[in-house]
């Protein structure tokens, strides 16, 4: 079983860059689907970006040009680089990972809060 634990998160002023991780305590397939989602305070939880198993890449049009997702198979880890950060880009940012058997998997989340 797929257990994910995000890190990175933190306080970073508007314009800064921040890079999250997300670590699988089991393994992570190339096949997998993985993405990042996050969720502000008072709204519902959004798509960040996915990577299909294929490799190609989708980005919500708020970050698309500023986030990069990638992952590091060999390390069982997801990233999201995150830049030129923005007041609402803060949420809690949550990684998601979906085999190729379609069982989601979730981290605990990591809190990002873009403030002066």
């Known amino acids: 079983q797929v257990q994910l634990v995000e890190s990175g998160g933190g306080l970073v002023q508007p314009g800064g860059s921040l890079r999250l991780s997300c670590a699988a305590s089991g393994s992570i397939f190339r096949l997998s689907t993985m993405g990042w989602y996050r969720q502000a305070p008072g709204k519902q939880r959004e798509l960040v970006a996915i990577m299909f198993s294929h490799g190609s890449t989708t980005y919500a049009d708020s970050v698309r040009g500023r986030f990069t997702i990638s992952r590091n198979n060999a390390k069982n880890t997801i990233y999201l680089q995150m830049g030129n950060l923005k007041p609402e880009d803060t949420a809690v940012y949550y990684c998601?990972?979906?085999?190729?058997?379609?069982?989601?998997?979730w981290g605990q989340g990591t809190q990002v809060t873009v403030s002066t």
């Open positions: 998601n990972v979906r085999s190729s058997s379609g069982t989601n998997y």
